[in-house]
Each structure stands twice: as structure tokens, then as C-alpha cells.
């Protein structure tokens, strides 16, 4: 068995980030498929009581731990690893700082806009569809602007944050009906980084249940 096992599975954004940091860490490690879509598995009273109480994936298995959370996960593995770890209180907490912001704002929105355009029966409301595009739009435009002023979110060099921060953003264009990386020249740089740091993968490559079972 793997040294590490992650729940997750190729649609989920939030598991990528888990996925993609241990790729890049060259570490140890195995998919475990969360039959997500069809299955409904993390609204099983088993998941809920054997894998996670929050009924969510990622969870990460390494030893007697059982983390979720992927900003909990990332921060794990970069304590770990020593690898995309912020250096010193100021940049640890502006590090969390972009964490949060994208799991409430920018991930936050953009996923479930994904989600519902994709992957819901029925899909979701045109209503609530303008709502979230939008949101994710203007935080999508503050990230645009961050990245003007240096290669990553912190500085030079990447960490935790820019795994967190790219989660969803290496899904196809055609998944969001607007191609986010067209429309915002330092987001779409910084991406190229990061695809170009050694053991990036895709999403659909890295982690299983592609193409999804609806
Ligand atoms: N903030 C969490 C979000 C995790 C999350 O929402 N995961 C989705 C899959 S992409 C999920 O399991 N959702 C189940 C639900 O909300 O009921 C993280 O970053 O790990």
C-alpha cells in the first residue's frame, strides 16, 4: 500500500489540490475513487461515520491520520515535505489568507457555478447561474491583478497557495462556457508555471473517474 491515500476523484477541484501537491512532492501515493456523482457516496452515512463527518472529499490517509480540508491537506504535506512551504509567520499567514479567499471566493463560486452547469440534474438555475459566474468573475479579476506584480502569489517562487488557487482552473473552457485563461493574461502565464513545474498533471489524468458517471 501506498504510503498516502487520497479520497478523491477527477471532476473534484478541491481534490485536485491534494492530488497535485503530492504529485509534485514526488510522494508515495494512491487514489482512492469517491463515487461521487452516482453514487452519492459522501452523503452515505458509511462515508460520513468512516471517512469524513463533513461528508466532503478530499481526505488524505497517511498512517493513523485523516485529514480533510484541502488547505488543512496542503499545509500538511508542505510541513512534511519542506516543499511549496511558506517561509516565516508573514508569508505562512498570507499564505492562508489566499487559502481562504479561494475556497470561499474563488473556488467557492467557480465550483459550484461548474458543478451545476455540468454535472447537477436538473442543472442550475439561470438565476443562480448569473450569480455565481459573476462572483467568480470578480474574484477571478483580483487574482488577475495579484499576479501582475510577481510570477506567484507570494513571490518568486511557488507554494501552497498557488496549488490551492489553481484548482479548478486547469478544467477545460468549454466546462465553464468561458475560457478563463483567454480572458486573463496573468492568470494564464502563471498557469503555464505551474504546468511547467516537474509532476504536474492534469486533473482528468491524475485522479480517477473520468469521463464521470452521471
Ligand atoms: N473546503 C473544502 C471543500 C471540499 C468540497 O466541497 N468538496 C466537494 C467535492 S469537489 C464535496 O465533497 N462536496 C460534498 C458536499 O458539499 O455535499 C476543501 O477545500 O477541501
Redesign the pocket.
Known amino acids: 500500500m501506498a504510503e498516502y491515500r487520497l479520497y478523491c476523484f477527477a ?5 485536485y ?1 491534494a492530488a497535485l501537491m503530492l504529485n509534485l512532492i514526488r510522494a508515495d501515493w494512491q487514489p482512492v475513487y469517491v463515487d ?1 456523482f452516482k453514487g452519492g457516496e ?2 452515505t452515512p458509511k462515508y460520513r461515520a468512516e471517512v469524513n463527518e463533513m ?4 481526505v488524505l490517509v497517511h498512517g493513523a491520520k485523516k485529514l ?4 488543512v ?1 496542503l499545509t500538511y504535506l508542505a510541513e512534511r515535505s519542506g516543499q511549496f512551504k511558506p517561509d516565516g509567520e508573514d508569508e505562512r499567514l498570507e499564505a492562508l489568507r489566499w487559502i481562504i479567499f479561494d ?1 470561499q471566493k474563488l473556488n467557492g463560486f467557480l ?1 459550484p457555478y461548474r458543478f451545476l452547469k455540468n454535472f447537477a440534474r436538473p442543472a442550475g438555475d439561470p438565476a443562480v447561474m448569473a450569480f455565481l459566474k459573476a462572483r467568480a468573475l470578480g474574484n477571478l479579476a483580483i487574482l488577475d491583478k495579484r499576479l501582475a506584480k510577481a510570477p506567484f502569489v507570494l513571490g518568486d517562487r511557488p507554494t501552497i497557495a498557488d496549488i490551492s488557487l489553481c484548482a479548478y482552473l486547469y478544467y477545460p473552457a468549454e466546462e465553464f462556457g468561458f475560457d478563463i485563461a483567454a480572458e486573463h493574461k496573468n492568470i494564464a502565464a502563471w498557469l503555464d508555471r505551474i504546468k511547467a513545474l516537474p509532476g504536474w498533471a492534469h486533473p482528468y489524468d491524475l485522479m480517477p473517474g473520468y469521463p464521470p458517471q452521471l
Open positions: 471532476q473534484s477541484g478541491n481534490a489540490r461521487f459522501t452523503r461528508g466532503e472529499a478530499p480533510s480540508q484541502s488547505g491537506i475556497n465550483g
